[in-house]
């Protein structure tokens, strides 16, 4: 038996190590919050150790099952109607006069943090503008890049209801940044260099530590999506296009190991209070 749990403890390590990025991924464009989402991706591993454990690293089940368990906490924690809305994002980031001396104050690497950061919380923050269950089906779709059969399936609802809830996220998504944002569309007066100076006077992104480096941006210039893809002022860019190339958020440093740790312990081994 003692055998039996340490071989599958060990298997299970592979499964963590795998999958953390896109489970903490999931859970931290759900909250906007790092802690929460650190908090739901350690519960989403624990319960998918005692519960299933057929889970290994290199099943193409396994991610959809450890999102649907992310998405069981999540709906455990989450309010019914978001905490935040278009107009309290719209009062945080655009009540202000559009500077941009802060930006050209900065050097090249703190600029590109501020611009990404801002860029990466806004776009965030506009999907946290929606309730939980089309929140989950705009993200399931153009952030993770899930086909329609396997977005439902870690939703729990049938493939007609996804759609449903999706398409109805992605009209409010698109009404919201249509006549704002300058990756959709140039000639809109929301332009991410002139805002940075509201967003850190506000709280909305805060300084590039001393000595850090540029974690959310792919090394690649601000305003490309990636290699070989058309300039961010390409005129009204598809929503899935600017979604889909975000950099994922990377997870707290303390969160592999915190989980590794708990897992060779033997506390996942522990029936579910």
């Known amino acids: 038996m003692a055998v039996g749990a340490q071989a599958r403890r060990e298997r299970f390590a592979a499964v963590v190590d795998g999958f953390v990025g896109r489970v903490y991924n999931f859970a931290f464009r759900m909250t906007l919050d790092a802690e929460l989402a650190a908090a739901v991706t350690g519960e989403t591993f624990a319960a998918g150790h005692r519960a299933e454990p057929e889970l290994v690293a290199d099943d193409a089940a396994t991610p959809l099952a450890l999102l649907r368990l992310a998405r069981e906490h999540l709906d455990r924690r989450l309010p019914r109607s978001p905490d935040l809305n278009f107009d309290v994002l719209d009062e945080t980031l655009r009540s202000e ?137 390409a005129p009204m860019r598809d929503i899935a296009t600017i979604y889909g190339g975000l950099p994922d958020p990377e997870p707290p440093a303390a969160l592999v190991p915190h989980l590794r740790e708990a897992l060779a312990a033997g506390a996942w081994d522990l029936p579910i209070p």
Not at 161 to 177: M, N, P, W
Not at 210 to 230: H, N
Request: glycine share 8%; charged share 25%.
């Open 97 to 233: 006069a559009t500077r941009t001396d802060v930006v050209r104050s900065l050097s090249d690497p703190q600029r590109e943090y501020l611009l990404w950061e801002l860029k990466q919380g806004c776009m965030t923050s506009v999907v946290n503008c929606l309730p939980p269950g089309e929140r989950a089906a705009f993200i399931a779709a153009h952030v993770l890049k899930l086909d329609d059969v396997s977005a439902a399936t870690i939703l729990g609802v049938r493939v007609s209801a996804f759609r449903v809830r999706l398409s109805r996220a992605r009209q409010k998504v698109t009404d919201h940044l249509a006549p704002r944002c300058e990756h959709v569309d140039p000639m809109n007066p929301c332009r991410c260099p002139a805002r940075v100076g509201t967003a850190l006077r506000r709280g909305f992104i805060t300084p590039m530590p001393v000595g850090g480096e540029v974690s959310l941006r792919p090394q690649i210039p601000y305003g490309r999506y990636g290699a070989g893809a058309e300039r961010d002022d």
